[in-house]
C-alpha cells in the first residue's frame, strides 16, 4: 500500500479519508446539500446525484470548471468529484503529465470556492494506465446507493465503446456529455444513458501549456491561485 498522497488541504476541509482514497470536502457541504435539496426536489432520503470529471487537468483551466458547472446544473448533481488520472489510457503517446501531486493542488486551488466540488486522489494512487471502470467500481462501492454520472468530452463519448469494459461502464453511469469542436455532436447508443450540453469554451490544456513555456503566468485562463502556484513552483516553463 502507498502511504498518504500529498495534498494541499487548505482552503478545504478534509472530511474523507480511506487508506487508498482521499476526498476533499469543501467546508459548507452539508449546508450546499440542503440547498441543493429545495431548488430540485431531492431529499436526504433520495440517492445523491454524484459526478465524476476524469482527466490530466494539466493544468486545470477555466473551461474545466465551466464545463463542471453546466454538467452540475444539466444533470441535478449534487456533487462533482474531479479525478486527476494517473496516465491516461487514451493519450498514449503524449509527454508524461506534470506530477500528480502537483495537478492535484491545482485542482484544490481551482475549487477551493465551489461548494458542491471536491477533488480524489484515487487514480493518482493506482498503476497506470488509469482505467476508467476500475474509478467507477471504487465509487459504487464506497457510494452503493448513489446515482453515478461521468462527465466526458464528445470525442471520448464516440469512442466509448472501445474503452476498457465498456458494459460495465454502461450499466453504471449516465454520461454527460459535452461538446468537443470539431469533434461532430454526440449521438444516442441504444442503451446508454447520455445528457448532451451545449457549452463549449474555448480554453485548452495545450494552448495554456504553450503560453506557460513562452511567456510564463499569469495565463488568462487559468484561476489566478493556480497562476500563483504555477509561478511559484516554475511548472510549464520551456525546457
Not at 441535478?76 to 479525478?83: A, D, F, P, Q, S
Not at 461548494?115 to 474509478?135: G, K, N
Not at 469533434?183 to 495554456?208: C, E, F, K, Q, Y
Request: charged fraction near 20%.
Amino acid at each position: 500500500m502507498q502511504g498518504p498522497a500529498s495534498f494541499l488541504r487548505h482552503p478545504l476541509q478534509a472530511s474523507f479519508s480511506k487508506p487508498d482514497c482521499l476526498i476533499v470536502f469543501p467546508a459548507g457541504f452539508g449546508c450546499a446539500r440542503a440547498a441543493a435539496g429545495k431548488r430540485w426536489g431531492v431529499t436526504e432520503t433520495s440517492p445523491q446525484r454524484i459526478g465524476l470529471f476524469g482527466g490530466t487537468f494539466d493544468p486545470v483551466h477555466r473551461g474545466h470548471i465551466a464545463i463542471a458547472r453546466e454538467a452540475r446544473r444539466a444533470a441535478r448533481l449534487e456533487r462533482i468529484v474531479l479525478l486527476p488520472c494517473r496516465t491516461s489510457p487514451h493519450k498514449t503517446d503524449a509527454l508524461p503529465p506534470t506530477p500528480g501531486d502537483e495537478r492535484l493542488r491545482m485542482l484544490a486551488l481551482a475549487t477551493a470556492g465551489l461548494a458542491w466540488a471536491e477533488v480524489s486522489d484515487f487514480e493518482l494512487r493506482q498503476p497506470s494506465p488509469s482505467w476508467s471502470w476500475v474509478t467507477v467500481r471504487h465509487f459504487q462501492e464506497m457510494m452503493p446507493e448513489a446515482d453515478l454520472f461521468w462527465i466526458l468530452g464528445a470525442d471520448q463519448w464516440e469512442a466509448i465503446t472501445q474503452w476498457a469494459r465498456p458494459e460495465t461502464l454502461r450499466s453504471a453511469l449516465t454520461f454527460v456529455v459535452f461538446p468537443r469542436p470539431p469533434h461532430p455532436a454526440p449521438h444516442p447508443r441504444p442503451g446508454w444513458r447520455p445528457i448532451v450540453l451545449d457549452t463549449v469554451h474555448p480554453a485548452s490544456a495545450t494552448a495554456v501549456r504553450h503560453r506557460l513555456a513562452q511567456a510564463g503566468p499569469p495565463d488568462p485562463d487559468l484561476d489566478p491561485a493556480v497562476n500563483e502556484f504555477i509561478r511559484r513552483h516554475g511548472l510549464y516553463r520551456a525546457p
